[in-house]
């Protein structure tokens, strides 16, 4: 299905499916992903309801460069008893999906890493962004460019710990590089 659904300045969102022609109007953006999935023959799975105030939604995914199934050994207590708000996920790795309190989506994301390592000795490393180059919201604090940013941090830590550096070579960097 070539062409995504593009905002109309009536208020309406358009798609059209360039292999059969199809195209669509409504004032629902998700209607008109539904019936552009309908008119390809893909399976439409609508968007989950918004999380409660103060809550976030998102993955975390323990990602390696070496095999490691979901059924894991280093995984039997996260199965057994993952945190609260989380679900794990099998993606040909380990994940977990979460819904979990926090100021901001950073600050939940952090707390959710940090009992995660401090319960069952596992650093989780990654929010399964697959292009991170992407930003679809840039403008708004808990959306999708914030899983980007602690997608990236959370890679990068793990990466530099594979090398050998340390909190204080990622903390030297990140000043070096302006963060406040």
């Known amino acids: 299905m070539g062409g995504t659904p593009w905002a109309c300045t009536d208020g309406t969102t358009t798609g059209r499916n360039d292999a059969s022609g199809f195209t669509v109007t409504h004032a629902d953006e998700e209607e008109v992903k ?4 309908e ?4 399976e439409y799975a609508p968007p989950p309801p918004p ?3 103060g809550f976030h939604r998102f993955s975390l995914v323990h990602e390696e460069f ?10 039997a207590g996260l199965l057994a008893r993952p945190p609260e708000g989380c679900v794990p996920v ?12 926090g100021k901001t989506l950073m600050d939940a994301v952090a707390g959710t890493v940090a009992e995660i390592r401090r319960e069952h000795g596992l650093v989780m490393n990654s929010l399964g962004v697959e292009k991170p180059q992407e930003w679809f919201d840039a403008d708004t604090k ?5 899983e980007v940013v602690a997608h990236l941090v959370l890679m990068a830590a ?13 903390a030297r960097l ?3 590089a302006g963060v406040e």
């Open 34 to 37: 539904r019936r552009l999935y």
């Open 39 to 42: 008119d390809a023959g893909w």
């Open 51 to 53: 999380v409660p105030p």
């Open 66 to 75: 070496r095999a490691s199934g979901f059924e894991d050994e280093r995984y």
């Open 90 to 101: 099998d993606r040909g790795c380990f994940a977990l999906t979460c819904e979990r309190p």
């Open 142 to 146: 808990n959306g999708y460019a914030a």
């Open 158 to 170: 793990h990466r530099a710990r594979l090398l050998g550096y340390g909190r204080k070579d990622m």
């Open 174 to 176: 990140l000043d070096a």
